[in-house]
């Protein structure tokens, strides 16, 4: 298996339910992101990774919960969440964090629906 | 702030010819890197085409070529010979290396252009 994979593809839960995203990528990157990506909205940064370590989070409510066990897996555990949380969330990773600019690799994203 | 303009909601380009797609972005930063991504209603995002801040040529990529005008802070796609798998959604982003930790990018998109390819 090659690239960024995603599971679910496809997600529905309640506002009271716990789920989680996985994302893994087979690339040997050092660094993975989740985004979330909402209608007629640009895409939007939640957190940063690199070598495991948290890097940024940009201002994600505590809701959103990220785990990177190592650089291959990358979590977004999810807990209490509102309707307007309803988005794609992409997970991407990249190379050589520090060595240049280089371009991600996304994964197909879950549709997430918040009820 | 950084910032990422794209002015076109959506284009329409006959097949076989070239369409621009516009983006402009905004920042004081001397180095950075600009991105175009594309994303199919599959919904995973592809890069197409990189420019660095300091390059002085123009970057292309097959049928993909950005015009770089750095004093006008514009990265404007170009598409040649359109094909219908093109039909896309089309992202301009912008990429600041964070020091630190490592060294990470920190990536702002712009919101995105509709292309449609016509037959």
């Known amino acids: 298996e090659t690239g960024v994979t995603q599971t679910p593809r496809h997600l529905v839960m309640g506002m009271t339910n716990k789920k989680s995203l996985k994302c893994e990528q087979h690339?040997?990157?050092?660094?993975m992101y989740w985004y979330k990506q909402s209608a007629k909205k640009p895409l939007e940064l939640m957190f940063v990774?690199?070598?495991?370590?948290?890097?940024e989070n940009n201002s994600v409510p505590s809701r959103f919960s990220p785990e990177c066990p190592n650089s291959s897996h990358l979590f977004l555990h999810l807990h209490t969440l509102q309707p307007e949380d309803s988005a794609l969330y992409l997970c991407?990773?990249?190379?050589?964090?520090?060595?240049?600019?280089?371009?991600?690799?996304f994964g197909p994203g879950t549709r997430l629906t918040v009820l | 702030a950084q910032k990422i303009t794209q002015t076109q909601p959506g284009m329409f380009v006959q097949e076989k010819e070239a369409v621009t797609l516009d983006c402009t972005y905004d920042t004081s930063d001397q180095s950075y890197g600009l991105f175009w991504y594309k994303q199919p209603s599959s919904g995973e995002m592809i890069f197409l085409i990189y420019?660095?801040?300091?390059?002085?040529q123009n970057a292309t990529e097959g049928r993909y070529s950005l015009n770089f005008q750095k004093a006008r802070k514009s990265a404007n796609l170009v598409i040649s010979a359109s094909q219908l798998g093109d039909s896309a959604m089309y992202f301009c982003a912008m990429s600041f290396l964070k020091r630190g930790s490592g060294g990470y990018q920190k990536v702002t998109f712009g919101t995105g252009t509709k292309l449609q390819v016509i037959p």
């Open positions: 990774y690199n070598f495991k370590e948290q890097t």
């Open positions: 991407a990773s990249s190379p050589n964090e520090g060595a240049g600019y280089n371009e991600q690799f």
């Open positions: 690339l040997g990157h050092n660094a």
């Open positions: 420019q660095g801040s300091y390059d002085e």
